[in-house]
């Protein structure tokens, strides 16, 4: 008798459901999807105990018909696609057939439905994969389906949940994801009968921004636009002054599909160029139009890893859109703003790491901070409990608010300041005035600046001079590493770095450029060769431009440098005529402003009057 048996399909659908549900957000997401799919212009998530307890999903979409009501229970049965050509055509989140079966062998499950042409809907209750009752019920508009019991019958998957705090946070981050890649629809999040997100469905992305991560940030943020033959990129990013420390606030949407990639993540910080500091990333949502020919969503259960075709045309076409919708902002920092912005972001890490609240203590959570959401009105009950007025009060506050700030944007000059010298503070920073304010100038980060651009456009010519080495040095490499550094040498000898094959895995220096300073030959030349092994390719505009960064920083003043007067006021020169001015090539401000008016605060020449609760500003003197 043969070894190979046929597993029945209850045990089938628990081991699909370990790929396709591994928490309750992947229920959340799932049922969401269906919703949007089915044409939903509203929908609701509510949940209890982090969606262990239950999870429900009610939406306003088509519906579905009666007899398919089983059928849609069964593993691979699905509306979505007809042939194997449908495959490379999607447009739909759902096509696999694999969630509904997966998600109710195991958990006690219930459908409502009915679609707008029959006269009664349709309730099905399933247990463990099983259906155990099907009957006819009053007409509904869309469908509602609850999950209840989740993993009560695979208790070894329990073990693996984390806290409700960390299962909420994790359902509260989906559906941002998913309402900030489908603004035309309204979503309700409702964790034990408080509201956690409310959207207006009015197709307007920013008010979903301004919904999910505060007004304020979303009056930072940059729309932006770009085309080609096979892609169209919409979206938004955030001015460099608004950045996190890692990349979860990073939306990409293919045709309204959530995904994760890596290429595009990277291609958004190049568009940023050296303005965003390193180690700190943007707040962004990026939603990308394309032939569904060019993108492959069958690679995983949870189809959150895309393939894409022309994906070095798409990388560069998302770069060009964040590099012109940045070009003209003005990226002086304000002083005060900034240091306030510093202590604020301490305070919103130490909230996330309190758990002594039912709600999400997370940036991306609705309702989690009153100061910062001072737009969503918020108000206590006795019970201490936060409650929210009705949604259309803070929509149009938010629109207004939006509105008014991208006017003042729109009208803002953006010139670099005429910088007058005073003197010089600990031998680091340029004290320099102008008509509007007293401006503190990083004098290393000025420098950088200046001669990054100036070998920006010269790298060609670093290689013309060279000093030969007395005593030659010796690299020595790991054999892959050798191999791709020696198939990469002509970069290197474009930067004036001509290196040898000598022996076994090893490279020898004989010269090196005048622009490497002798006690930084080896250092220099190491992190030279770590740039070729970085990434999978390596273009000659990338390379020279890591190049110019590294030239520029190691050529540069550093602090505790004196400065005479001349000299000083020649960098200031220098600096005026840079492209870029703000930010040296690692993204950190170049200089910093104390507006007449923060002046003024700092020394209370002007105060907040106690009889109102205007800002009326008022001199001492």
């Known amino acids: 008798m043969g070894r190979i048996v046929?597993?029945?399909?209850?045990?089938?659908?628990?081991?699909?459901?370990?790929?396709?549900?591994?928490r309750p957000a992947s229920v959340v997401k799932e049922l969401v999807e269906n919703s949007?799919?089915?044409?939903?212009?509203?929908?609701?998530?509510?949940?209890?105990?982090?969606?262990?307890?239950?999870?429900?999903?009610?939406?306003?979409?088509?519906?579905?018909?009666?007899?398919?009501?089983?059928?849609?229970?069964?593993?691979?049965?699905?509306?979505?696609?007809?042939?194997?050509?449908?495959?490379?055509?999607?447009?739909?989140l759902g096509f696999r057939g694999e969630a509904m079966p997966s998600i109710a062998s195991v958990s006690e499950f219930i459908i409502e439905t009915s679609t707008e042409s029959e006269e009664a809907g349709t309730k099905l209750f399933a247990k463990?994969?099983?259906?155990?009752?099907?009957?006819?019920?009053?007409?509904?508009?869309?469908?509602?389906?609850?999950?209840?019991?989740?993993?009560?019958?695979?208790?070894?998957?329990?073990?693996?949940?984390?806290?409700?705090?960390?299962?909420?946070?994790?359902?509260?981050?989906?559906?941002?994801?998913?309402?900030?890649?489908?603004?035309?629809i309204s979503f309700e999040l409702i964790n034990e009968g408080n509201q956690l997100l409310k959207t207006a469905g009015n197709?307007?992305?920013q008010q979903v921004i301004a919904s999910i991560y505060g007004v304020a940030s979303a009056k930072k943020m940059r729309k932006i636009h770009n085309e080609d033959l096979d892609f169209q990129i919409d979206g938004y990013v955030s001015l460099p002054e608004l950045t996190r420390a890692n990349r979860n606030y990073i939306t990409l949407l293919i045709n309204g599909r959530y995904i994760k990639n890596f290429l595009?993540?990277?291609?958004?910080?190049?568009?940023?160029?050296?303005?965003?500091m390193v180690g700190r990333f943007p707040l962004a949502v990026i939603s990308i139009e394309i032939d569904p020919h060019l993108a492959d969503v069958n690679v995983h259960p949870t189809k959150q890893e895309v393939r894409l075709s022309k994906e070095k045309e798409l990388m560069t076409l998302v770069s060009q859109a964040i590099a012109e919708a940045l070009e003209d902002e003005v990226l002086i920092p304000g002083a005060l703003e900034n240091l306030q912005g510093r202590a604020e972001e301490k305070q919103v890490k130490a909230k996330e790491e309190s758990?002594?609240?039912?709600?999400?203590?997370?940036?991306?959570?609705?309702?989690?901070?009153k100061e910062k959401a001072d737009f969503f009105i918020k108000e206590e009950n006795k019970t201490k409990e936060i409650q929210v007025k009705e949604s259309p009060v803070y929509e149009n506050e938010i629109k207004e608010s939006l509105e008014a700030e991208t006017e003042e944007s729109e009208q803002s000059i953006k010139v670099f300041p005429q910088l007058e010298f005073l003197a010089q503070m600990h031998a680091t920073y340029l004290l320099c005035q102008s008509p509007d304010g007293l401006y503190i100038v990083d004098q290393h980060a000025a420098q950088e600046r200046f001669k990054y651009e100036y070998w920006r456009e010269h790298i060609g010519q670093v290689s013309m001079d060279q000093q030969t080495l007395l005593t030659p040095y010796i690299f020595t490499l790991a054999k892959d590493d050798f191999i791709r550094v020696a198939e990469q040498k002509d970069l290197l000898n474009q930067a004036g770095v001509n290196l040898e094959e000598y022996g076994d895995n090893q490279f020898i220096l004989r010269e090196h450029p005048l622009w490497m300073k002798d006690e930084e030959i080896e250092s220099a030349v190491n992190e030279l060769m770590d740039l070729l092994l970085s990434g999978q390719e390596v273009s000659v505009a990338k390379y020279r431009e890591d190049l110019a960064i590294m030239i520029a920083c190691k050529s540069s003043i550093k602090a505790n440098h004196p400065l005479d007067n001349q000299s000083a006021k020649a960098l200031l020169e220098d600096l005026a005529t840079?492209?870029?001015?703000?930010?040296?090539?690692?993204?950190?401000?170049?200089?910093?402003?104390?507006?007449?008016?923060?002046?003024?605060?700092?020394?209370?020449?002007?105060?907040?009057?106690?009889?109102?609760?205007?800002?009326?500003?008022?001199?001492?003197?």
């Not at 799919?37 to 979409?61: F, H, R, W, Y």
């Not at 579905?64 to 050509?85: F, Y």
């Not at 155990?132 to 998957?157: D, H, M």
């Not at 595009?264 to 965003?276: T, V």
Request: proline share 3%; with cysteine; aromatic share 6%.
């Open 6 to 22: 046929e597993l029945d399909q209850s045990l089938a659908n628990q081991i699909a459901a370990g790929e396709v549900v591994e």
């Open 36 to 92: 949007i799919d089915a044409g939903a212009t509203k929908i609701t998530v509510k949940v209890q105990e982090a969606g262990l307890e239950s999870i429900q999903v009610i939406d306003n979409g088509l519906g579905i018909e009666s007899e398919d009501v089983e059928l849609s229970l069964k593993r691979h049965a699905t509306s979505k696609i007809k042939s194997s050509q449908d495959l490379f055509r999607i447009r739909t």
């Open 128 to 184: 463990g994969g099983a259906i155990e009752s099907v009957q006819p019920i009053a007409k509904i508009q869309g469908t509602k389906i609850t999950v209840s019991n989740l993993f009560y019958n695979t208790p070894a998957r329990l073990k693996f949940v984390k806290s409700l705090q960390a299962e909420l946070s994790h359902i509260t981050d989906l559906v941002n994801r998913l309402s900030l890649a489908h603004p035309e």
């Open 203 to 205: 197709g307007d992305l």
């Open 264 to 276: 595009l993540n990277r291609a958004i910080i190049e568009g940023y160029g050296s303005k965003l």
């Open 355 to 369: 758990t002594q609240t039912k709600l999400p203590l997370q940036e991306n959570s609705l309702y989690y901070d």
């Open 578 to 621: 840079c492209k870029n001015p703000y930010n040296c090539p690692h993204g950190r401000p170049v200089l910093v402003h104390f507006t007449s008016s923060d002046m003024e605060k700092m020394f209370r020449r002007i105060q907040e009057s106690h009889s109102s609760k205007n800002m009326i500003w008022k001199n001492n003197i």
